[in-house]
């Protein structure tokens, strides 16, 4: 059986793969409820495993509240590191590939250059710290893996960033965002088509790759560009990130370099503002 399970299923990214799926008439992928599918649950993920004898397992499961997390360790920890722990497991006993998604936050992000995957992780936050955790419990367990780093995720789906500016544009006459946190947005129907190309390409370049759209771009431009391609006039002022304190400490420099994952897998990647107009036409 060539069978794909989808954990975080209702999830954005979760949503964006039965999207991808659907129109790619791919029939294989199964998106079993939270309930069936809980990576805390070993028991629960053996049954799984045991009915569907996947080819490969998609973990989109994860804890993100990042400043929640801060008040949260050991929740965050027990989803992003021991829930991986557990899919990982059974990946290596069921001859499964693990598809795992990790985020830029595993950078402190203080270097001013596109970040390889060979170059230091240092996260400082707490969910930067146990989504690290969660890749390093990886290796030990099955040598059939994939762990894409991805970075500002949004979609047509669940919330988000894009979403957010959306609403607030409309109601109000000035937004404040910042302006010096640089990154990459990623459309994550753009990543959903991703992991789906890793799956049937039945690429054996397994390791860990980054993955997010091209360019390079702050939330402040960000929000400016969502704002002009939706024609909301609301006016937008670039402030620093000590103006607008969070919990968690965000990287100040996240952009990731994705020339790996171009030449082992062979991933077309769009510009940002070019996937962002596509996410817009969708959202009308």
């Known amino acids: 059986m060539n069978t794909t399970l989808i954990f975080g299923a209702s999830g954005q990214l979760g ?12 029939t294989d992928l199964v998106f079993p409820p939270e309930a069936q599918a809980n990576i805390l ?3 629960g993920l053996r049954e799984l495993f045991t009915q569907h004898r996947p080819a490969y397992a998609i973990n989109c499961a994860a804890y993100t ?18 829930g991986v722990e557990n899919l990982a497991r059974l990946c290596g006993e069921f001859g ?38 969660g890749e390093q419990v990886i290796p030990a367990l099955t040598s059939q893996y994939f762990i894409l780093r991805t970075s500002w995720l949004y979609s047509e789906f669940a919330g988000n960033f894009v979403k957010t500016m959306r609403k607030l ?12 946190q640089a990154g990459t947005p990623t ?21 860990l790759y980054h993955y997010s ?8 431009d960000f929000a400016t560009a969502i704002f002009e391609l939706s024609n909301i006039p609301v006016r937008t002022v670039p402030i620093r990130t000590a103006e607008y304190p969070t ?3 965000r990287p100040p420099y996240s952009v990731m370099d994705k020339s790996k994952i171009k030449k082992e897998l062979g991933v077309v990647i769009p510009h940002w503002r070019v996937s962002l107009q596509a996410c817009l036409g969708q959202l009308g």
């Open 65 to 82: 509240a990042v400043d929640k997390a801060e008040d949260e360790l050991d929740l965050a920890r027990k989803v992003n590191r021991d």
């Open 15 to 26: 949503q964006c793969l039965a999207h991808v799926a659907q129109q790619q008439g791919m």
């Open 169 to 180: 544009g409309r109601e109000r006459d000035e937004l404040r965002v910042i302006w010096d």
């Open 247 to 249: 919990k968690a400490t």
């Open 213 to 220: 759209n091209e360019g390079l771009t702050s939330w402040y």
């Open 96 to 133: 499964t590939t693990l598809i795992q998604i990790s985020t830029d936050f595993v950078f402190a992000g203080s270097g001013n250059q596109p970040l390889v995957e060979t170059d230091e992780t240092a996260p400082i936050s707490v969910y930067g710290l146990t989504k690290l955790e």
């Open 41 to 43: 649950n070993v028991s």
């Open 187 to 207: 459309y994550a129907i753009d990543l959903a088509g991703c992991i789906l190309h890793i799956i049937a390409s039945q690429s054996v370049a397994y390791g």
